[in-house]
């Protein structure tokens, strides 16, 4: 997919050389021999497969592997959502931060299993039980238009579902993906549907769709003679290794969601069922023409690539670049604009880089730019190849002194050999517009609805030249489908080899070396002269004495002077009004603190936020970064807002002791409400030790993530059993570290209740749980986010009380969210309601709940 990212002139100098090889920041590519000939094979390929689902690690990696490596077609994953609504194996990051994780997962697994990925606009709200709910909240027909947009720029022979379109997918947003995938299979090649497009693409209609089954859709000895099978299952010797553990490796990149995956060796036998088109008996594939035939005037091209083919030395690949010249010229030659000359043509010029050795880069001196300051660059060309290669030469977005002005870029003219492993180094200042937006992703710069992102309908200010004219911006359908925003800014160096000139273009970067990790890359991104962070999930009061609330300042540039002030509604006072700043250095942070405090008694649920004002400019937005090895460092700016709840809440116990397990912010969330509350290392879980604790609270998945448990179990009951209360946070139903997690036997399942507000039945009105310290009614489940709860147990021991019941429309009740089994002269808990999301959203019913099950037997007690 390609998206315009140079001034105007300088995209129409590409397309009319037609030599655009551009890169997303992260390490340089390099290449070696047998991955040069692999991507020689598949210039001789002219076929593209798109595989469909519903989120991120729903996708097929041996498939896509084979596919991509085996069958060495085009090959596309486009999930319709970012996983937003999923839970996080990692960190405490939920919802759009989460989405973000899994959406750099995907790009990780991508580049191992050599496919494409993309995305539609569908928000993944959390778990859906039908396709009917999911397009009650999902825009149908707007996911739709995005899953044609990406059929018809790809264009796909052979579109392949993960899921069947009924109940048998699992998930409301599974079925709704196949659903989609089929009424997108006959719209994609219509005219009259989402005839706006027609403006970029022409319609496309692929051969056929397919349903790709496995075994956990097929009952055990069911006849699979109807389906076509492919055996994905085969080694790769250019690659040195099989699909399968191609696949592993891509499937592990999930790490968020707890996938990591065991490689699989030899036969491994993938079902596919005739969905709609036309019918095939033995293969997805067959008749259609997949070689240069399928192209006007291709025939003699196949002949030229087959040639470099057979000349290929692995011990000398830029022997190859005459004969991939050839190829080129020849396809410049042929008829017609065709989306497969144009795709062919980019993977030569790809392939000639690689052949050649050549190292392209272009690294900022820093991480961020500030709009209005200088951006130090370090410009490197290197020609690894024994090849005559000249720099002619390179065009920087922006202007200095040492460079010439072309249009709103500036270009360096060198017109310099690179001989054989001597790089060529220049230093250049670029300076960034004043108006230019904060790299925040594209898909989250507007505010969009529960079920769906909303794109700007013009994104603008992509690459630095600062203009009139509209060069520079974006129209929604150029981003839309895309997993990232396109680079901050990019470098375009033309170089000359054998008298043919080659354009590419590459990202401007920051690199650094680590101590542990060696040398990594981000993104250069753009930041606001200060972001200002709230430090807290969400402020609560119990009573009406004031709360001292931290506010982070970041300076994105040096002498960021301004005023920072909190806004709240009536009822509630900040002292002082405002407080100024002067910070001196870039980067440098200064933390000032506000008291607020609640007027009246009256309980209410409202929002906080902090407003900086810089050169009388308002800014509103914080910086948030997630930091993990296996992905890219990833910015965000997200609103410097915080709950603000003043409740009536009453509480007895002091001293909380917390277990952390996969992560989430429920520790701060019980120091609101005034809780010492210490954080446990499992070594600590000594009887003993944990006897000094009102009531030790197990964080989210905690038996799934933390192996000490089996080992630790006793002690943690012998605390309960002395008198303690022990809370354990929804588990996972798959891989528990231990068999049992209660004191009774306890069955963990998939059940959930997914509408948040659900009416709630009270089974046990008496109960303490309901009443002590603080009475718990219907009203205390209204407002929830999401999900009301997840991981109920399916059966459990008589032992264990069931306090409350409620279920999904339609559905039986579920009578587990809440079981208490008295155990010795204490408590324990097993609760799968969504505290980790309710707590940090401000949820006034879910605080007193969680302050009921910690207090629980405290009145006998005292």
Not at 154 to 171: K, M
Not at 575 to 585: C, L, R, W
Not at 846 to 854: G, Q
């Amino acid at each position: 997919m390609r998206i315009p990212r140079l001034r105007a002139a300088l995209l129409a100098l590409l397309v009319a050389h037609g030599n655009l090889f551009s890169a997303q920041a992260q390490a340089p590519k390099t290449y070696s021999s047998s991955e040069i000939l692999l991507g020689l094979k598949k210039l001789n390929v002219l076929g593209s497969v798109l595989y469909i689902a519903a989120h991120p690690d729903d996708e097929n990696t041996r498939l896509i592997s084979y596919m991509a490596n085996g069958r060495l077609l085009e090959t596309g994953y486009l999930s319709c959502t970012r996983g937003d609504g999923g839970q996080n194996l990692i960190g405490p990051e939920l919802r759009e931060q989460l989405g973000v994780i899994r959406t750099q997962e995907l790009l990780a697994a991508r580049r191992i299993d050599g496919g494409k990925q993309f995305f539609t606009r569908a928000n993944d709200f959390g778990f859906s039980k039908t396709a009917e709910e999911t397009f009650t909240i999902w825009d149908k027909e707007q996911v739709l238009a995005d899953m044609v947009w990406v059929i018809r720029q790809r264009r796909p022979d052979v579109l392949i579902t993960r899921f069947p379109p009924d109940a048998r997918a699992g998930h409301g947003h599974h079925t709704a993906s196949a659903i989609l995938a089929a009424e997108a299979f006959d719209a994609a090649g219509d005219p009259k549907r989402f005839p706006e497009q027609l403006k970029y693409v022409q319609p496309w209609q692929p051969k056929r769709l397919f349903w790709n089954t496995g075994s956990f859709f097929v009952k055990p000895g069911e006849n699979m003679d109807g389906y076509l099978k492919l055996d994905a299952g085969g080694y790769n010797p250019l690659l040195g290794q099989s699909y399968g553990e191609i696949a592993a490796r891509s499937r592990s990149q999930h790490r968020s969601q707890g996938f990591g995956s065991a490689a699989t060796r030899g036969e491994a036998l993938e079902y596919l069922q005739f969905t709609k088109g036309e019918k095939a008996s033995k293969d997805p594939f067959e008749g259609i023409d997949m070689s240069w035939s399928r192209v006007k005037g291709g025939a003699a091209v196949g002949k030229l690539v087959e040639d470099v083919i057979k000349k290929y030395d692995p011990a000398n690949p830029s022997a190859s670049v005459t004969g991939l010249l050839k190829v080129r010229a020849a396809i410049d030659k042929m008829p017609g604009a065709d989306f497969w000359k144009t795709e062919k043509r980019e993977k030569i010029d790809e392939l000639v880089y690689a052949c050649l050795g050549l190292s392209l880069t272009a690294n900022a001196s820093e991480a961020t730019a500030t709009p209005g300051n200088q951006v130090n660059l370090s410009i490197e060309a290197l020609n690894r190849s024994s090849l005559p290669v000249t720099l002619k030469w390179f065009e920087a977005p922006a202007i200095d002194g040492e460079l010439a002005a072309v249009g709103n870029s500036a270009r360096k003219s060198l017109d310099e050999a690179l001989v054989n492993g001597k790089p060529v180094a220049k230093q250049v200042t670029i300076t960034a517009p004043t108006k230019l937006f904060p790299s925040q992703p594209y898909w989250l710069r507007e505010t969009g609805t529960t079920g769906m992102y909303r794109v700007p309908d013009v994104v603008e200010n992509y690459t630095w030249p600062e203009h009139p004219q509209q060069a520079n911006r974006v129209e929604s359908w150029e981003v839309l489908g895309t997993p990232e925003n396109p680079p901050v800014s990019e470098v375009l160096f033309k170089v000359e080899v054998a008298g043919t000139a080659l354009y590419y273009s590459k990202p401007v970067q920051y690199k650094r070396t680590d101590p542990v990790y060696g040398e990594l890359y981000r993104p250069l991104t753009v930041v606001p002269p200060v972001a200002v962070n709230i430090i807290g999930q969400a402020y609560v009061f119990a009573d009406n004495q004031p709360k001292t609330v931290p506010v982070n300042l970041k300076a994105g540039r040096a002498d960021a002077r301004g005023t920072v002030a909190l806004q709240v509604p009536a009822g509630w006072k900040v002292e002082p009004a405002s407080i100024p700043f002067d910070i001196k250095n870039r980067d440098e942070e200064r933390t000032v603190s506000f008291q607020v405090q609640p007027v009246g008694n009256q309980e209410s649920s409202t929002q906080l936020r902090a407003v900086a004002t810089v050169d009388g400019q308002s800014y509103t937005r914080g910086i948030q970064t997630i930091n993990y090895p296996h992905i890219p460092v990833q910015t965000l700016f997200p609103e410097a807002v915080a709950p603000l709840v003043k409740l009536d809440l009453k509480r007895r116990a002091d001293n909380i002791g917390y277990l952390m397990g996969a992560g989430d912010e429920v520790p701060d969330a019980l120091r609101q409400l005034g809780y010492n509350v210490t954080l446990l290392k499992p070594e600590e879980l000594t009887a003993d030790k944990l006897k000094r604790y009102d009531a030790v609270v197990l964080g989210v998945r905690a038996y799934n993530t933390i192996d000490r448990l089996k080992y630790q179990q006793k002690e943690l009951l012998e605390y309960v059993e002395r008198g303690g209360n022990l809370v354990v946070q929804y588990t996972v139903s798959r891989g528990t570290v231990l068999p049992e997690i209660g004191p009774y036997p306890l069955k963990l399942s998939n059940d959930r209740v997914t509408v948040e507000n659900a009416p709630v039945r009270f089974l046990k009105p008496q109960h303490p749980l309901l009443n002590t310290p603080n009475k718990i009614t219907s009203k205390d489940f209204e407002g929830w986010q999401q999900e009301q709860g997840l991981y109920y147990p399916s059966e459990w021991d008589p032992k264990y009380q069931p306090v409350i019941s409620s279920n999904d429309p339609g559905e039986k009740p579920k009578d587990s969210a809440i079981l208490v089994a008295d155990y010795g002269k204490g408590h324990y808990i097993y609760t799968g309601l969504s505290f980790f999301r309710e707590l940090p959203a401000g949820v006034p019913g879910a605080y007193r709940l969680i302050t009921n099950m910690i207090e629980l037997g405290k009145d006998k007690a005292n």
